[in-house]
């Protein structure tokens, strides 16, 4: 590939590279650290849950037939043989005319089949209940094996775990599960310009921002984001760092210097390291376009813009899926997943034909209707675009832009 220009692959192509990265090892761990992580392997429950039939309130357990009919006007009469507690596993069978007193989680008597709840009951004295409201099997119960059948997959791998899939495991006694390690990402900030955040304003530099929002998204991707601070546009120095950082981590990106300019040394920079290969040098995304892929020996090295926006962006779109592929998520490129809200847009938004534009928008809220969706404009240099907006509209890059009144989708960010 010849590097002293762009080499410009859809979208679409950049992504079909990064996917042809493997996956991070796999580990076993506690289901107390597994929040967020993805599994490397289905998880089969190993019993049914609930293990038994439980009731859902407070009531009378029942076989629903003898309350079959039963109303205010028109009650059935039960004989209630027992008075459960919600810790106790019942001996006896339930006989037809009887009714249980049952707490909420208290396990069903043998010969019951569903629970009345107390407010639909009155107790005469001498054992007897008053049912005044009818019955059908299996009403305000939990039936054996309803959260999980013993043997059935549960989680497939690839599947990211959430708060509530942690409740099923703790729930079904599984302490440890087998994810891929979480990725370390290592953040290497360059340009002769920037300087660290104490550091005072003045003409001629710059205080690092990528090294600090990298980070935000990194992290949000749910990998362990390590910073490398900033690198002068000087080779040896860059060789240096990013060696140091390709064998500590999964990962490493880049910004700054990712264009063709004189003191641009990321291409350079990786082809330095042994066993490296450029695979693609510009991406047809707005912005964004000055991206870089690269290999040193089978670990991925990314050379984003230095722009504040434009990294931003290609973080979003291109970056923090690629995370998620190598924590093994199964559709990790997938869009579907993302939050996106339907708005009308405010005015025309055109865009070159050819390159997949992410424009930054506002939302407003109405008092009718759906929201209006306004672009806001500005340079990729300039931090406000995003701070200003409320999620990305991407105009794809067969279509040359959108009319007002169009009904978008805004991908909230
Ligand atoms: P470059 O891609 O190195 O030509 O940088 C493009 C623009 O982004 C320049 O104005 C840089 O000063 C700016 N820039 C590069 N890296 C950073 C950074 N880490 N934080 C803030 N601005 C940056
Ligand atoms: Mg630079």
Redesign the pocket.
């Known amino acids: 590939m010849n590097h002293d220009f762009f080499n410009i692959i859809s979208r679409k192509e950049f992504e079909l590279l990064l996917r042809t990265f493997q996956a991070t090892e796999l580990t076993q761990i506690p289901i107390a650290d597994a929040f967020g992580l993805v599994l490397g392997n289905d998880i089969v429950s190993p019993e049914d849950l609930p293990p038994v039939n439980r009731s859902c309130m407070d009531g009378y357990a029942v076989n629903a037939s003898d309350a079959f009919g039963a109303s205010e006007t028109n009650p059935a009469y039960l004989e209630c043989c027992a008075k459960l507690s919600v810790d106790e596993a019942p001996s006896f069978t339930l006989k037809s005319g009887e009714c249980a007193s049952i707490p909420t989680g208290g396990t069903l008597p043998d010969g019951s089949d569903a629970v009345v709840m107390v407010e639909h009951t009155q107790e005469l004295g001498s054992g007897t209940i008053e049912i005044r409201k009818s019955s059908v099997p299996g009403e305000h119960t939990m039936l054996k094996g309803e959260d999980a059948a013993k043997g059935s997959v549960i989680f497939k791998a690839g599947h990211r775990i959430r708060f509530q899939d942690v409740g099923l495991l703790a729930a079904l006694g599984i302490k440890e599960v087998t994810i891929r390690k979480k990725p370390r990402v290592g953040i290497i ?3 002769d ?2 300087v660290e955040i104490d550091f005072p304003q003045k003409a001629g530099t ?6 600090h929002t990298l980070r935000c998204l990194v992290s949000s991707a749910g990998a362990e984001a390590v910073n490398y601070g ?1 690198v002068h ?1 000087e080779l040896p120095k860059l060789e240096l760092t990013l060696t140091k950082a390709i064998s500590e981590n999964d990962l490493v990106l880049l ?5 063709v ?1 004189m ?2 040394l990321t291409v350079q920079a990786i082809e330095s390291m042994p066993e490296s290969e450029i695979l693609a040098h510009g991406v047809a995304i707005s912005p964004g376009k ?1 991206t870089i892929l690269g290999k040193a020996g089978n670990k991925p090295v990314l050379g984003l ?4 926006t ?2 931003q962006v290609v973080m979003l779109s291109l970056v923090m899926p690629f995370i998620r592929h190598l924590m093994g998520q199964k559709n990790a490129f997938s869009t579907s997943d993302r939050p996106v809200i339907q708005a009308e847009l405010e005015q025309n938004t055109v865009s070159k034909p050819g390159r997949e534009d992410y424009v930054r928008m506002k939302l407003t809220s109405r008092e009718e209707g759906i929201p209006l969706a306004s672009p806001v404009y500005g340079k990729s ?1 300039l931090l406000k675009t995003m701070i200003q907006a409320d999620g990305l509209m991407i105009i794809p890059a067969d279509t040359e832009g959108f009319y007002a009144g169009n009904i978008v989708n805004v991908w909230l960010i």
């Open positions: 900030s360059t340009g310009e920037l710059i205080r690092d921002v990528n090294s900033i546009d910004s700054g210097g990712s264009s300019g003191r641009d000055p813009p230095g722009q504040v434009s990294v240099g």
